[in-house]
């Protein structure tokens, strides 16, 4: 049964500051998906990797891919308010997104 | 449409009434996915479309959920005699490829059941 497991779970950080999402998946799988939700909202797709050392950027955030680790990263860089949200992982198994159980991050001012 | 569209955008029902939550997906999109989301989580994968044919229901928490999509376009979601456990936000999500990638989400039903 794949597992994806996402750390950390809730994470407070001051704005301009640099800090990473890790996100762990427990079985092989061709796509690995990064999600935002705002409170209320629906899910945001950032970006999908698809291959190992797959790296993607927009703007302050980056996603790398490792598949030899069952890794992917959510970087971001120089944090803004604007940034808070719940990022989740997501691995796709057969059609079937299985999901983490996302971050909380809040950028304070 | 532009994007996927669900309907009611709230639903507040008593335990043990039915409910029927709609998805309308972007046109031409081949597959469509139900999610549930429950308050704090992931969302967990429910039932999965590729035009009418549902091809996998293995996600339905019990047989109270049943889904339908029966001219491969607007797909609905029925709940009977529902439960306070089913109190979760509801996804639906299309993709123009048999099998998924390329997901859009709609912005989802939340249920409050009392």
């Known amino acids: 049964e794949l597992k994806v497991e996402q750390n950390p779970l809730f994470l407070s950080m001051q704005e301009g500051k640099n800090y990473t999402i890790y996100c762990n998946y427990s079985?092989?799988?061709?796509?690995l998906y990064w999600y935002r939700q705002d409170p209320g909202k629906s899910l945001e797709s950032l970006f999908v990797?698809?291959?190992n050392g797959a790296v993607k950027q927009e703007g302050r955030l980056m996603a790398s891919l490792d598949t030899k680790a069952r890794l992917s990263t959510l970087h971001i860089t120089a944090a803004v308010h604007d940034l808070s949200a719940t990022y989740f992982c997501?691995?796709?198994?057969?059609?079937?997104?299985?999901w983490g159980a996302g971050t909380k991050l809040i950028i304070k001012p | 449409g532009a994007g996927v569209s669900q309907s009611p955008r709230y639903k507040v029902a008593k335990r043990g009434q039915d409910v029927a939550l709609r998805c309308d997906p972007i046109?031409?999109?081949?597959?469509l996915f139900w999610y549930q989301q429950a308050l704090g989580q992931g969302p967990e994968f429910l039932t999965y479309f590729q035009n009418e044919a549902q091809l996998d229901k293995s996600g339905l928490p019990s047989d109270r959920f049943f889904a339908e999509r029966p001219e491969g376009s607007v797909s609905t979601l029925k709940i009977q005699r529902t439960q306070q456990e089913d109190s979760a936000v509801y996804l639906c999500a299309s993709s123009f490829r048999r099998g998924g990638y390329g997901y859009t989400f709609g912005s989802g039903t939340r249920l409050t059941v009392v």
């Open positions: 990797l698809l291959s």
């Open positions: 079985t092989t799988s061709d796509r």
């Open positions: 046109s031409g999109h081949v597959s």
């Open positions: 997501a691995v796709d198994s057969n059609y079937q997104l299985i």
